[in-house]
């Protein structure tokens, strides 16, 4: 291996911009995973939600993020994420996780940047931390990709890609090994899902240092737009025989506000009230796991060591017959759409389009007709309202058809680009819950803008502007002025790209002059080579170009 001076195309430490984009691919590959390691989950309880349980984790870490205002720095960025993932924390592997990322966010707290030095001190730090937090320690684990990985990153240079690729690949190596150490696995024939999910963080973290750019996830607007192909699944797993006779019959969790002193005895006394014990955190909020056949006793045990919250109690049985049940009864689609190119995008994924308009929202009840639309050929149905004015009357809609014994979702998206996102990784055939996770990731992965022309003189956040003035927009705010649309448009990419991206879709207005999409593709090119432009024909009034980076 070169030293670091051999890398220079290479990121050499981790700022607070890059931190943030980890953060995202880190929760966007989550989700590509996610059915995957559902799939993979046998231990310690095959309740199929191992990878559920780790993106809603790191999703709420990635919410905590971004509640920092854009100045914030690194450890500042770390310190929310860490401080997201411990209080959304879900399942046995989730709460590891949570205390990963604590271990990391402790390191970063000593440091300005998270340089190769820093890497190996944080990764060691977490390893440590999660061995402590798990009562009863199992090889094959979780705790097993963790342990290798530190020990990688000890032995590799001091420079940041290669000690980052070390951990991957030790990482990736225990993940191999793990059905040789546990019997549940070898029998399965599956690795394990927690280790699993680690190591597909780990992944973001490498392809964000070797600026790969992340892995692609599938969300392609120029061609199909259907779903990616489905994940291979084991063709056996153990199921309810996996819960013994006499084994734990539910999992508890909850969020803990106890002096540090008083954790030792809340270990111990839970330890002897059940198996699978987590307990993670510090400075006085901790996040608690057990298995037990006494939830009321793990709970008590809580009380009487300060003020739980947030309490969890799910019953095996439940949900090992939900993971074994994965047929899907079919989710339909309801998109509304700004113009017809866009409604032609939404059709094509099979969704009921509802037609709308900068100067003509839908009414409650074209929505709730749509519903009933969908809802004849499917058993459950995800309303897209694209628009945030739009996004109250779909939620008074989906209401009303709840009211009815209909099973309706409200995906917030707010931008036409997000709801074609979401209906890129639309798949009619998976569990409900399933494609609103699938989702609303995608579209909360992407970033918004639009072209539109003054039609008054105002002041805005990008300054002045007067009648027939080009206003750029990002996330619903003017944040330029100008006279050129590529000119302005042009900003609002470089905006948009601030965070990083892998795909920029424009989408085309009715009064767009011809030369102005390939113009902004171009620019997206010269710029950032790395990045996939398609153009599409969205129709729509008012806004010339529409802009949406994922």
């Not at 003035?469 to 601030?498: F, H, M, N, P, Q």
Request: proline share 5%; glycine share 10%.
């Amino acid at each position: 291996m070169g030293g670091a001076s051999s890398l220079p195309s290479m990121l050499q430490a981790i700022d607070a911009r890059s931190a943030r984009h980890w953060a995202l691919t880190a929760l966007a590959a989550l989700a590509e995973a996610r059915e995957e390691l559902d799939a993979l989950n046998v231990y310690p309880v095959p309740d199929g939600d191992t990878g559920t349980n780790l993106y809603l984790t790191i999703e709420a870490a990635v919410d905590a993020v971004a509640t920092l205002p854009p100045e914030a720095d690194v450890r500042a960025v770390i310190a929310a994420f860490a401080h997201g993932a411990l209080m959304g924390a879900r399942g046995n592997s989730g709460i590891i996780a949570a205390q990963l990322l604590r271990g990391w966010s402790e390191v970063l707290a000593e440091h300005e940047v998270l340089d190769g030095a820093a890497a190996k001190q944080a990764v060691r730090r977490a390893d440590e931390q999660a061995w402590r937090a798990v009562a009863d320690p199992v090889e094959g684990t979780i705790l097993s990709v963790s342990r290798a990985a530190a020990a990688a990153a000890e032995a590799a240079p001091d420079d940041l890609p290669h000690v980052v690729s070390a951990i991957v690949t030790a990482a990736r190596e225990a993940l191999a090994r793990t059905p040789e150490q546990l019997e549940v696995l070898r029998r399965a024939g599956v690795v394990d899902a927690g280790g699993k999910g680690y190591l597909v963080v780990l992944e973001a973290l490498e392809d964000l240092v070797h600026r790969r750019g992340g892995r692609t996830r599938g969300r392609r607007h120029g061609g199909s737009h259907r779903s990616a192909a489905p994940r291979p699944v084991p063709a056996s797993l153990p199921v309810a025989d996996e819960l013994r006779p006499g084994g734990p019959a539910y999992e508890v969790m909850f969020l803990l506000d106890a002096d540090d002193a008083a954790i030792d005895d809340v270990r111990a006394r839970l330890a002897r009230l059940g198996d699978s014990l987590v307990v993670v955190g510090g400075d006085r909020l901790w996040h608690i796991h057990v298995h037990t056949d006494d939830p009321g006793a793990a709970v008590e045990v809580g009380i009487a060591a300060g003020r739980p919250h947030r309490v969890r109690i799910a019953h095996f049985a439940d949900q090992t017959a939900r993971a074994t049940d994965r047929r899907g009864g079919g989710v339909g689609l309801v998109a509304c759409a700004a113009g017809p190119g866009l409604a032609r995008l939404f059709a094509e994924v099979g969704a009921v389009v509802v037609e709308c308009g900068t100067r003509r929202r839908p009414s409650t009840a074209q929505i709730l007709e749509a519903i009933r639309a969908a809802q004849a050929v499917a058993d459950a149905v995800v309303v897209l309202p694209n628009d945030g004015d739009t996004l109250a009357v779909a939620q008074a809609a989906a209401s009303s058809a709840r009211s009815g014994g209909a099973r309706v979702s409200v995906l917030p998206t707010r931008a036409q680009v997000q709801g074609l996102a979401a209906a890129a990784v639309h798949d009619r055939l998976r569990s409900v819950d399933d494609d609103v996770v699938s989702m609303s990731a995608a579209a909360g992965a992407t970033r918004d803008g639009a072209l539109t022309l003054a039609v008054r003189e105002a002041l805005t956040t990008g300054g002045v502007c007067r009648p027939g003035d080009v206003l750029g927009i990002v996330a619903g705010d003017i944040v330029v002025v100008g006279a050129e649309l590529v000119e302005v448009g042009g900003a609002v990419l470089e905006r948009l790209l601030t965070g990083g991206g892998e795909l920029v879709s424009l989408v085309v207005g009715e009064d767009a002059p011809p030369h102005v999409a390939p113009a902004l593709a171009a620019l997206v090119r010269r710029g950032h080579p790395g990045v996939e432009v398609v153009v599409l024909d969205g129709g729509q009034p008012r806004y010339p170009i529409l802009i949406g980076v994922e």
